[in-house]
């Protein structure tokens, strides 16, 4: 464990790191627009679907070439920050730094990019290897466009996975993972759980399965959902007719209650609660915001004046009603509530 807690994110050390996530995002999507024959009025469709998709609880086609472009405009900048937040209270409550790292549903390499400035511009580390598991091989390519200035401590094994390779393989995944180490210091989800409906059993068979893949003493796993995709996952039917703050706190409830019985000691907060010390989160990107006002501009989505193209790409959700939930779940208790976390046991200890 770290001795030194006095790191913070403060206003300062925010700017800096959204003016590299500015920069690097940028890069990576000139570099992937470079490998494909692109449509500006494919990407303006698919910048206009894909939020709208997402709300109601399906996933867009990640075969098209376009949506990585669009995924990434939208919430790439967004992905990098929370992973950042959680890995600033992480630090702050004297968890050791990962060595290795298995990424589920990676996408564009929101964690990677994350655990690379991260640990460049907030604690310089030797190696962190991430094994990143991604479905399309479409965000694949987007995640393997680096910009000049990559992270030389970040190793990257990208491999072309699903979920639900996890629970049906993953004898053969920790064979492959074995020349790095046994398992996994950190496994992690940002907001990679699959828009599908699913019974409790599953979930509890799949977080037993990540269990068994996390190192056995300090392991960890990441949950970073948006609190609507949780109520539309773990809601039940009965449910459906309360007030918003109480569906929230059913569905919530829930997956709780299914990681107690996979067995996992459970750390509880918001992403809206983390990174307190800073003032303004919704600074804007300005290199993104060129990139998409130049897409956009004169497609059929600038001309139907529809909402959103014309706005700045910001690292935080602009909606002050959004939040995502943060769950840190640990083979034992490793973090205190004095970090505003609920802390909860496994259902073997209660």
Same mark, same amino acid.
């Given at each position: ?14 700017? #800096? ?94 964690? %990677? ?83 599908? %409906?699913?019974?409790?059993? &599953? ?24 609190? +609507? ?9 009965? #449910?459906?007719?309360? #007030? ?18 996979? +067995? ?43 909402? +959103? ?5 910001? %690292? &935080? ?29 496994? #259902?073997?200890?209660?």
């Amino acid at each position: 464990m770290r001795q030194d807690d006095s790191i913070i994110i403060d206003n300062q050390k925010y700017r #800096e790191i959204c003016i590299f996530i500015d920069e690097y995002c940028s890069q990576k999507i000139a570099s992937y627009m470079t490998k494909i024959n692109y449509d500006r009025n494919e990407i303006a469709i698919s910048y206009a679907a894909i939020q709208k998709i997402f709300k109601n609880g399906k996933d867009p086609d990640y075969n098209n070439p376009s949506v990585p472009v669009a995924y990434s405009l939208i919430y790439l900048p967004r992905r990098i920050m929370a992973m950042i937040s959680v890995l600033e209270i992480l630090s702050l409550a004297n968890i050791e730094t990962p060595k290795t790292v298995l990424d589920i549903g990676s996408g564009t390499d929101a964690v %990677s990019i994350a655990l690379g400035i991260y640990f460049s511009m907030i604690k310089p580390i030797e190696k962190i290897r991430v094994t990143a598991l991604e479905p399309s091989l479409k965000m694949i390519d987007m995640a393997k466009c680096k910009p000049k200035a990559n992270f030389q401590h970040i190793e990257v094994d990208h491999q072309l996975k699903d979920i639900d390779d996890i629970m049906s393989n993953h004898q053969t995944l920790r064979s492959e993972q074995a020349r790095w180490e046994n398992t996994f210091d950190m496994i992690t989800f940002s907001a990679s759980f699959p828009h599908k %409906s699913r019974e409790d059993k &599953w979930w509890i068979d799949l977080l037993k399965t990540i269990k068994s893949l996390s190192s056995k003493q300090s392991g960890i796993c990441i949950i970073i959902e948006p609190q +609507g995709k949780i109520n539309q996952l773990f809601e039940n039917d009965s #449910e459906i007719g309360f #007030e918003e703050k109480q569906r929230n706190a059913a569905a919530i409830a829930n997956l709780l209650e299914i990681c107690q019985k996979a +067995g996992w000691h459970i750390a509880f907060t918001t992403l809206n609660s983390t990174l307190s010390c800073v003032d303004n989160k919704n600074l804007p990107l300005l290199n993104l915001t060129k990139i998409k006002r130049d897409l956009l501009a004169e497609t059929d989505l600038s001309r139907r004046n529809l909402p +959103g193209w014309n706005l700045p790409s910001v %690292s &935080w959700n602009l909606d002050n009603k959004y939040d995502e939930i943060v769950l840190v779940l640990s083979r034992e208790k490793l973090i205190s509530d004095r970090q505003n976390f609920v802390i909860l046991r496994p #259902e073997s200890e209660l």
